[in-house]
């Protein structure tokens, strides 16, 4: 089957970095998103991986590691208002996107 | 201002009902889902729409029902054979399926409780 794996809940400090793990196992690969949603909110988009390497994108960055099924997501000099889930979603050989449940990410002052 | 809307936000109907979750967008994009989410699981795909008159099932379409007649518009309607309807509803559009790194955009949601 299918499975992408996150850590359910991180912390951290405001002003801190943090990196997101997310693992998967799927059915081909046609890239890896990253979105983030607020409590009751729409989910939305913060990157795209398809090659491996390091995507850079303001405070926010993403890794890709194909070979090993890996990504991260990267927050630094963290704010409250990054207090959210991010959610990893994987395309694949169908170019359905298969999400992870998502991690709750908790910024404490 | 381009985006989705969906509507209502919240919505309570008694089981046994059927109730129809509308969405809409003024994106000008071809493909368009509906995801279903719980607490403590990832999204999971009801149905999508590539183009206008044609949809697909996806994971967990049994109990749902869709149409596609314009471009703008992809309402769900969640029927009395749904066993567990109450979940958060998200509609969500992008440029196209398949290849690229089109992201999806999503609508505000639905909440829905049957009781």
């Known amino acids: 089957g299918q499975n992408i794996d996150q850590p359910t809940e991180m912390t951290a400090t405001e002003g801190a970095i943090v990196q997101i793990n997310c693992t998967y196992q799927?059915?081909?690969?046609?890239?890896l998103f990253w979105y983030q949603q607020h409590a009751g909110e729409a989910p939305t988009f913060l990157s795209y991986?398809?090659l491996d390497g390091l995507e850079e994108k303001g405070r926010f960055s993403s890794f890709l590691s194909r070979s090993k099924g890996y990504s991260y997501l990267l927050l630094k000099e963290l704010q409250m208002k990054d207090s959210a889930s991010y959610l990893c979603a994987v395309k694949d050989s169908n170019y359905q996107l298969i999400w992870g449940a998502g991690t709750k990410l908790i910024i404490k002052p | 201002d381009g985006g989705i809307t969906q509507s209502p936000k919240y919505l309570f109907r008694k089981e046994g009902q059927n109730v129809t979750l509308s969405c809409e967008q003024n994106?000008?994009?071809?493909?368009m889902y509906w995801y279903r989410q719980d607490p403590g699981q990832g999204l999971r795909l009801i149905y999508y729409?590539?183009?206008?008159?044609?949809?697909q099932k996806g994971d967990i379409a049994e109990g749902y029902s869709v149409s596609r007649e314009k471009k703008e518009s992809f309402p769900l309607t969640v029927t009395s054979a749904q066993k567990n309807p109450t979940a958060f509803y998200l509609c969500a559009s992008s440029i196209s399926e398949g290849t690229g790194g089109y992201e999806q955009y999503f609508g505000p949601g639905t909440r829905l409780t049957v009781t």
């Open positions: 994106l000008n994009h071809d493909a």
């Open positions: 729409s590539q183009i206008v008159n044609d949809f």
């Open positions: 991986n398809v």
């Open positions: 799927t059915s081909g690969f046609n890239g």
